[in-house]
């Protein structure tokens, strides 16, 4: 089994250290031995009253920059083999990040050369976005944010791989850039990707996906 890390979010958290301060007097006079310190009265012992340090405001948590769903994803070496359980993790995680793009963009040139014959989630997908393009609509947004992978295989050819991943919001919008429809939520997804190697390239055979959470 292989797991792959995806892009992580980086966590950044303020400290706030309380430091007491302890005052000290001692006195003395000069001579040949030493005296006995002079008595302190109450009304002679100087009030001292602690201010608090002001607290610092916490620091800004960074928040990663989301992947631009006009830009096509970058093809993974593992595309060209060898069969290989983590290069089938990567064709999967590489899959899914098609769709964000294809629905921004109408290009579906990889998702098609990449489906196969038995993947009904695949040509489903297409008809879907077909519909959406004939009447003028394309998305915004709801770009993937993978945090992990992996995959395995009885028998080096098919393989079952799955891949977890966030999908922040997005929106539909017409030819005017007038929202038609909206998608606020961002979701934690694990779709199960089964990919096949045919001894010279990959095929996607199977697509399950499943919201895990509501984030």
């Not at 995806?6 to 303020?14: C, E, Q, S």
């Not at 003028?136 to 791989?161: K, N, P």
């Amino acid at each position: 089994m292989r797991h792959h890390g995806g892009t992580t979010r980086a966590l950044a958290a303020a400290a706030v250290v309380g430091i007491g301060l302890a005052l000290a007097a001692c006195s003395g006079s000069g001579g040949a031995g030493p005296t006995s310190p002079p008595a302190v009265t109450a009304s002679s012992t100087p009030q001292v009253t602690a201010t608090p340090s002001p607290t610092p405001e916490p620091s800004p948590t960074p928040t990663a920059a989301l992947a631009d769903v006009t830009v096509a994803p970058t093809p993974p070496a593992a595309l060209d083999g060898p069969a290989t359980e983590e290069n089938a993790a990567a064709v999967a995680e590489y899959f899914m990040s098609l769709f964000p793009y294809m629905y921004a963009t109408g290009d579906t040139a990889e998702w098609e050369r990449l489906t196969g014959e038995n993947c009904g989630y695949c040509s489903g997908t297409l008809v879907d976005l077909q519909k959406k393009l004939a009447s003028g609509r394309h998305a915004q947004g709801g770009s993937f944010e993978v945090e992990a992978s992996g995959s395995s295989t009885f028998d080096g050819h098919e393989f079952f791989a799955w891949v977890v991943f966030i999908q922040h919001p997005s929106r539909a919008v017409d030819e005017a850039g007038t929202v038609v429809e909206d998608f606020p939520d961002t979701t934690r997804v694990r779709a199960q990707v089964t990919v096949v190697w045919s001894g010279s390239g990959w095929a996607v055979d199977g697509v399950d996906p499943r919201e895990l959470e509501t984030l």
